[in-house]
C-alpha cells in the first residue's frame, strides 16, 4: 500500500492520497471486520462518487472482489517460505515457481470469509509436502494478520477500480 500502490495510481494519474482519504473510514471497517463483503455497496456509491463511471465500478469491483485478492497473495508467500524454513524444507528453483502459480491460482475466488486463506495454505502446504501442524503455529497470529491483509485487499480493489475507470 506504501510502494507499490501509489507507483499504479501515479502511473494512471490518480490522486492516491486523496482516494485513500475518501475510503479512509471504509479501510477501517474492513480492517476491523476482516471482510470485504460488508465494504461492498458503501464502497461502490464511495468509487462513483470519486468519479469512477457507474458501469466500470459495477464490473470491475465485483471482479475484483473475486480475483484481485492482494493481501492474501502477498501474506501467503512468505508464510510458505517461514513454515518450509521452519521444517527445514528447502525449495529448488521449480518449487518456487510452482508456489507462486499456486498462489496466483488458489488466492483468486477466496471467499470473503475472515482467515479463509487458511484453507489456501493448507492446500499448498499439503501439495509441497509441508506439514500441516505447523499451521497451528500462524493461527494465533492469523488473527491479527487477517486484518491489514483485508484492508490492503480494500484499498487495491478501489485502486484497481479506479485506474480501469480512469483508463476508459
Known amino acids: 500500500m506504501l510502494i507499490i500502490f501509489p507507483i499504479v495510481a501515479r502511473i494512471y494519474g490518480i490522486k492516491y492520497i486523496e ?7 471504509l479501510l477501517l471497517i474492513a480492517f476491523s471486520t476482516r471482510s470485504l463483503e460488508v465494504l461492498f ?13 457507474n458501469s466500470v465500478v459495477s464490473f ?19 508464510v510458505i517460505v517461514f513454515l518450509a524454513n521452519a521444517y527445514g524444507i528447502h525449495f529448488s528453483l521449480g518449487q518456487t515457481i510452482e508456489v507462486i502459480l499456486l498462489l496466483m ?8 470469509v475472515p482467515s479463509a486463506s487458511i484453507v489456501i495454505l493448507a492446500t499448498i502446504c499439503t501439495i509441497l ?15 491479527i494478520m487477517d486484518m491489514p491483509r483485508t484492508a490492503v485487499s480494500a484499498a ?12 476508459e
Open 19 to 25: 482516494l485513500m482519504k475518501e475510503i479512509k473510514d
Open 41 to 53: 455497496a458503501p464502497l461502490t456509491s464511495r468509487l462513483e462518487k470519486y468519479g469512477a463511471n
Open 60 to 78: 470491475i469491483l465485483p471482479l475484483g472482489y473475486s480475483f484481485n485478492l492482494d493481501g492474501s497473495s502477498v501474506y501467503l508467500g512468505p
Open 105 to 112: 491460482l488458489l488466492t483468486k475466488g477466496v471467499a470473503g
Open 129 to 143: 509436502h509441508i506439514p500441516l501442524e505447523g499451521i497451528a503455529l500462524l493461527l494465533a497470529v492469523d488473527y
Open 156 to 167: 487495491g480493489n478501489a485502486l484497481a477500480t479506479v485506474a480501469i475507470a480512469k483508463s
